[in-house]
């Protein structure tokens, strides 16, 4: 894998061609490769998405610059809405294959979301929507998030939103009053539109987006990885809830200058 690039940007060098890194994220273990490293310093321009990953690459090449994640400026397409989707009162939820690949333990994902899904419907008025964000062979949200369904269809409070292009999911995200979520792109689209989000997170990615934000990770992102109980999920979005206005009203005044990076 990494071999075979580093050959192929050694050979783009040779020709005398630019090199860019763009709209990157690293984890800061990569300083640990010597051959990695290499590679890295023979770009002319590295953009990085998130400052964990600028500050790691700055220390390795100079031309690396700090910017947002291009997705912040996707526009946003509204579809009409499905006949249970009750207006201000849904919470989007987004889960991944990976990301019960991340965890230590597969079924402790899953039941990590069974509970967040009871304990909406048994505390709140809110109905959920169920939404992908990546529908492809072998990577496919929507064989975990159908299955979800399946276990809460008898209540008629959670729907599915099927395969979509990026900027009709963005619609649907948009129209959340809440959002969790595991894919990066998912939870950018929340972000982005405003919305209170809570990521499940497994990478340097959520985390430094996350910090950008916010100035904290804490209590807005929850790594996978260290996730022991299935009550932490559920406990976690409360905090969000609990946090609505401030947070809204946070990303609200943010984020133009953010998307304008």
């Not at 909406?120 to 964000?133: D, F, G, K, M, V």
């Amino acid at each position: 894998g990494t071999d075979l690039l580093a050959a192929i940007n050694r050979n783009i060098k040779r020709k005398g061609a630019k090199l860019v890194l763009w709209g990157c994220s690293v984890e800061p273990a990569i300083i640990e490769h010597p051959e990695i490293v290499k590679d890295l310093k023979s770009f002319d321009l590295i953009t990085a998405r998130e400052s964990i990953s600028y500050n790691v690459l700055k220390q390795i090449n100079d031309n690396t610059i700090k910017v947002s994640d291009p997705a912040f400026t996707l526009s946003t397409a509204m579809l009409p809405l499905p006949s249970n989707w009750v207006e201000g009162k849904m919470v989007g939820i987004n889960a991944s294959p990976l990301i019960l690949q991340s965890g230590k333990n597969a079924d402790l994902v899953f039941e990590a979301y069974k509970l967040l899904i009871q304990d909406i419907l048994r505390n709140t008025e809110y109905n959920i929507a169920l939404i992908p964000h990546v529908v492809c062979e072998g990577n496919d949200d929507l064989t975990i998030l159908e299955q979800l369904y399946d276990g809460f269809k008898d209540t008629k409070r959670v729907l599915v939103i099927g395969d979509h292009n990026c900027m009709e999911l963005k619609g649907y995200i948009a129209r959340c009053r809440f959002f969790v979520g595991a894919r990066t792109h998912a939870t950018i689209a929340a972000y982005s539109s405003g919305v209170p989000t809570l990521v499940l997170g497994y990478s340097v990615k959520s985390r430094g987006i996350a910090i950008d934000l916010f100035g904290t990770d804490e209590n807005y992102v929850l790594p996978v990885q260290t996730l022991s109980d299935a009550s932490e999920l559920a406990r976690h979005f409360d905090w969000i809830v609990d946090h609505e206005r401030e947070i809204r009203t946070h990303l609200q005044t943010i984020m133009p200058g953010y998307i304008s990076k």
